[in-house]
Nanobody, 116 residues
Framework: QVQLVESGGGLVQAGGSLRLSCAAS????????MGWFRQAPGKERVFVAVISQSGGITNYADSVKGRFTISRDNAKNTVYLQMNGLKPEDTALYIC?????????WGQGTQVTVSS
């Protein structure tokens, strides 16, 4: 069983930055790939980024590539999402998950709102 708790969301102006955190329970965190997803109001949940167990391999959605950076600290059981150059279209609930999603371990999400 893995529990995930996100934090770090908030209201920011376009062009600004935020750093999201996702703290995981359990001693098996380092054995899982981890991912970030987002869901805007009235839209489906979409993939944002994924990171390998060691952190050496990452992948991003085209919409965030070059602006967002996923990282992890296995000693702290935490995965991060550094978001720079935020745009109004980045406004969404950001949710972390164990990957692949077939594990069905999801956090509750943290809201990010970007004003123009």
């Amino acid at each position: 069983q893995v529990q995930l708790v996100e934090s770090g969301g908030g209201l920011v102006q376009a062009g600004g930055s935020l750093r999201l955190s996702c703290a995981a329970s359990g001693r098996t965190f380092s054995s899982y790939m981890m991912g970030w997803f987002r869901q805007a109001p009235g839209k489906e949940r979409v993939f944002v980024a994924v990171i390998s167990q060691s952190g050496g391999i990452t992948n991003y959605a085209d919409s965030v590539k070059g602006r967002f950076t996923i990282s992890r600290d296995n000693a702290k059981n935490t995965v991060y999402l550094q978001m720079n150059g935020l745009k109004p279209e980045d406004t969404a609930l950001y949710i972390c998950a164990v990957m692949p999603t077939s594990y069905n371990y999801w956090g509750q999400g943290t809201q990010v709102t970007v004003s123009s």
